[in-house]
């Protein structure tokens, strides 16, 4: 999907745009930022808390003339009303994501997925930009831990901000684990295997969905371009065991090394199998190409939608991690065109 990220209808829609990505040197903030940089924009403003991360970052796109890099948090109201002056397209990726980290610091996972959210909320709607996109997470379906449910209520702060007397659309793009990203599985089964061992499984059921970077910042970008408004495009990915993963891993980088593994037991907070989509929302959901689109039914007493009677059941099993799982040599081969192996 990378190829198509300079086709016509994305060039001409980003073109000469005011673009502000809080969470702008994150894994997937980064990207965003990199790709939107190639479809010819006014301004791309990278916002982040993280100094060094900005640092590096204004290194690495050095002569990048639209690159503009802005220091805060999106905790800050009073920051982000700065950052947002002018803006017409906000990607908003901040985030606190590490599950464990979020189970034992709720205080700071409120702060930052539900009060930041509301801040990017508030100051989008003041300064009248024209779209939001919120980045979510398959973790915000069915919550068990901290991190899913703020997830979950920073979905809930989008869809509703669409309501009243405002020239700003919301909407959101939820998708599961973006493969080799910052603090993700692979680099940590990396850094196990250079160390020789073990590599540590929570559990030997255990399966994710994975998609590659450039796929998920390809269908973000589509969704910024297509949103009318209280959409959460839903990224449709591969799923696999993570026994799978941690074995092709092995045998592809742990050549010639006895590696052992060693199963830990599942972290605070973590789920055997992710859903893409809880039950209810498979009855509303309209399946394309490559995502599903929800539209959340609307059930404010004097604004109540229709209920639709079509029965989307059959979408359970394609939103289950657990549901079509690749076979061991897909995995192998989806590591390879990502050239991860």
């Known amino acids: 999907m990378a190829s198509k990220l300079n086709d ?47 640092f590096h970052f204004q290194q690495e796109l050095e002569g990048q003339q639209a690159a503009r890099f802005l220091l805060g948090s ?60 919120a980045i979510s997470t398959d973790k915000a379906v069915n919550p068990i831990n901290t991190m899913g449910a703020t997830k979950l209520l920073s979905e809930k702060l989008i869809m509703n901000a669409n309501f009243g007397e405002s020239k700003t659309r919301f ?22 295997i250079m160390a020789g ?28 371009m297509t949103m009318q408004g209280r959409e959460i495009f839903i990224l449709k990915m591969k799923s696999m065991k993570i026994t799978d993963l941690a074995a092709i891993l092995m045998e592809e980088m742990g050549r010639g090394k006895k590696l052992q593994t060693k199963v830990i037991g599942v972290r605070p907070g973590e789920k055997l199998h992710e859903l893409l989509m809880n039950e209810e929302e498979c009855l509303h959901a309209e399946e394309k190409e490559d995502m599903f689109i929800l539209r959340p039914q609307i059930n404010v007493p004097h604004i109540m939608t229709a209920e ?34």
């Open 74 to 133: 999106v905790r800050d109201k009073e920051r982000l009303k700065w950052a947002m002056e002018g803006v017409d397209i906000v990607f908003h990726a901040a985030a606190l994501k590490h599950v464990p980290l979020c189970e034992y610091n709720s205080y700071d996972a409120v702060q930052t997925n539900v009060i930041g959210t509301q801040n990017v909320i508030e100051t989008a709607r003041e300064a009248s930009v024209q779209r939001v996109i």
């Open 308 to 341: 639709k009677t079509q029965a989307n059941r059959g979408f359970m099993a394609k939103c289950t991690s657990a549901g079509y799982l690749l076979g061991k040599e897909d995995v192998r081969q989806l590591l390879r065109e990502n050239k991860i192996i």
């Open 171 to 192: 909407s959101c793009v939820r998708f599961g684990n973006v493969l080799d990203s910052d603090g993700s599985v692979i680099p940590i089964f990396r850094h196990q």
């Open 197 to 224: 061992g073990p590599i540590t499984i929570t559990s030997e059921d255990m399966t994710r969905f994975f998609m590659s970077l450039d796929d998920a910042t390809y269908l973000i970008l589509k969704a910024g």
């Open 8 to 54: 016509g209808e994305l060039m001409k829609f980003y073109d000469g745009k005011d673009i502000l990505v809080t969470g702008g040197c994150g894994s997937i903030g980064r990207e965003i930022v990199k790709r939107l940089l190639q479809l010819k924009p006014k301004r791309v403003r990278i916002f982040d808390q993280h100094e060094s991360g900005l």
